[in-house]
């Protein structure tokens, strides 16, 4: 399958059609942003490990029976996905407070949640993605109350999941975001879950395995990224 047209220029991957109307390939780049874009560099290898960390992720998650856009590895930067209709509302599951429930909620980094919280976000750059309720995104129009329903039931058990793979390899899955998309009707999970999107700690140490190494500039972040890669035992010898 070769790229054709760029549909669309992301802050981490550029979307491009391909000769088939149902599927996409996605480029993860080296790019890393945060802060809305304000915070922006050039992360050798990031794009690399990144796509090689979603395939090993979102092969879990179907092994698990959850639905992915995830269709094949092109090369060491590019993916076969599914062309979802993307519905522009973030997931976000919490298992410990970090990040913006920290600030917004005045709780202390690394309270434990329980139940983990589930929270939703709009998906626009311009206005900060900023939280938003169900009520808001059926009224709005962004997805019906099935669906959101369907999103929330998915995101729980990709939390199931993926908690007790991070586990194994001593880390704690603090958070994470997910995306979804409508695909022939059926809601599925798109885009990537590396860490980029999520939090993860040392279960011990409490050392920050992800982005946040970006945002709070701790330095080593690619190189953090491929610890996580090699304690959940994904092969990045040959990119
Ligand atoms: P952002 O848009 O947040 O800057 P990226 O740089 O990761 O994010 O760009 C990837 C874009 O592709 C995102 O807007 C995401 O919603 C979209 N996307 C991811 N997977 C799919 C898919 N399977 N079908 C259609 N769009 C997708
Ligand atoms: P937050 O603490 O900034 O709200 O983020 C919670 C988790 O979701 C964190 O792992 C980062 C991830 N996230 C994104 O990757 N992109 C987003 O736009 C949002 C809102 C959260």
């Not at 798109?190 to 409490?206: A, I, Q, Y």
């Amino acid at each position: 399958m070769q790229k054709q047209t760029l549909l669309y220029t992301g802050k981490a991957k550029s979307v491009y059609t391909t000769e088939d109307a149902d599927h996409l390939i996605l480029v993860f780049r080296d790019d890393a942003s945060a802060f809305n874009g304000e915070k922006i560099a050039q992360l050798d290898r990031k794009g690399k490990v990144n796509n090689r960390f979603n395939a090993f992720i979102m092969d879990k998650l179907a092994q698990a029976g959850i639905e992915t856009h995830f269709e094949k590895l092109l090369t060491p930067n590019e993916v076969l996905v599914k062309k979802l209709d993307m519905i522009p509302v973030e997931c976000v599951i919490r298992n410990y407070a970090a990040g913006s429930l920290c600030r917004r909620l005045g709780v202390e980094e690394g309270k434990e949640l329980t139940p983990p919280t589930f929270e939703l976000f709009f998906k626009d750059d311009a206005l900060g993605d900023p939280m938003v309720n169900e009520s808001q995104a059926i009224a709005l129009g962004w997805a019906n109350a099935e669906q959101l329903e369907q999103m929330k039931k998915l995101t729980y058990q990709v939390n199931d999941v993926l908690k007790a793979l991070f586990l194994d390899g001593d880390m704690l899955l603090v958070d994470f975001k997910l995306e979804f998309g409508v695909f022939h009707n059926r809601i599925v999970l798109g885009d990537e879950f590396s860490p980029d999107g999520c939090r993860l700690w040392d279960k011990n140490t409490k050392k920050k395995l992800d982005k946040d190494r970006f945002r709070q500039g701790l330095g080593d972040v690619v190189e953090a990224y491929e610890e996580v890669a090699q304690r959940l035992g994904i092969d990045l010898s040959d990119i």
